[in-house]
């Protein structure tokens, strides 16, 4: 009796412990999946912020030239 008593908490343990994997399988695969999304959206953002650093350094450049037809203009 003890044997079989034994056998049935290490199988209620084993179960367990096949129930808790499983669920941080399914947890880890979404932490994942939220990963890839969230480098997927920085890609995105540094592109935008790529594009208005350069806009940017463009305007930067307008203004100069705009400064410099005024200084030459004012003489």
């Not at 199988?11 to 096949?18: C, D, G, L, N, P």
């Not at 890839?36 to 450049?61: C, G, M, S």
Request: proline letters at 0%; zero cysteines; charged letters at 35%.
């Amino acid at each position: 009796m003890q044997s079989l008593t034994s056998l049935q908490r290490l199988s209620e343990k084993i179960s367990q412990i096949v129930k808790n994997q499983d669920s941080l399988k399914s947890e880890n695969e979404a932490i994942r999946n939220e990963l890839i999304t969230l480098k997927a959206e920085k890609e995105i953002k540094d592109q935008e912020i790529e594009k208005l650093v350069e806009q940017n350094a463009k305007k930067d450049l307008e203004i100069e030239e705009i400064v410099s037809k005024i200084e030459s203009i004012l003489g």
